[in-house]
């Protein structure tokens, strides 16, 4: 029986840096189709077409940027406001072995709010610019 994977085991990187204080995420990859309808028949076929992903995050804000390796509001708010929002990321298993996907995409959004005696959080959301790969996670 394989084990399961808890989301705590998980890390969000964008562009080589870990997203600090993660409180969640999820990835979406969808298939578009093309509706093709004949003329003798009454079904309409589906063909697969390309593909689009993104990914969503959330996490908390921390009152002063962090040094080393952490993703921060700050920093992706600086690549929003940027004249080239691209960025690549990948959500990476803690277990070596465990498949993950790598790409390239562009920061679409980002916001941050919060309420009274409450953490403030932000999220944004990354859509996908091109394909992506798949990687295994190291030993």
């Not at 080393?68 to 080239?84: E, F, N, Q, W």
């Not at 390239?104 to 959004?109: A, C, D, K, Y």
Request: charged fraction near 15%; proline fraction near 1%; charge should be negative.
């Amino acid at each position: 029986m394989a084990n399961q994977i808890l989301s705590k085991e998980m890390t969000l990187t964008i562009d080589g840096s870990i997203l600090g204080c993660t409180t969640d995420f999820s990835q979406s990859i969808s298939r578009n189709v093309i509706e093709i309808g004949h003329i003798n028949t009454t079904a309409i076929e589906n063909v697969a077409d390309t593909y689009s992903w993104n990914v969503s995050f959330s996490a908390l804000r921390m009152e002063t940027e962090k040094t080393g390796t952490d993703m921060s509001y700050d920093a992706l708010a600086r690549k929003i406001l940027s004249a080239s929002p691209d960025v690549s990321v990948y959500i990476l298993p803690d277990a070596s072995g465990n498949n993950y996907q790598i790409g390239n995409g562009i920061l679409t959004s980002l916001e941050y709010s919060g309420a009274m005696n409450s953490l403030v959080s932000f999220s944004g959301e990354i859509t996908g610019n091109g394909v992506l790969s798949e990687a295994t996670a190291a030993s």
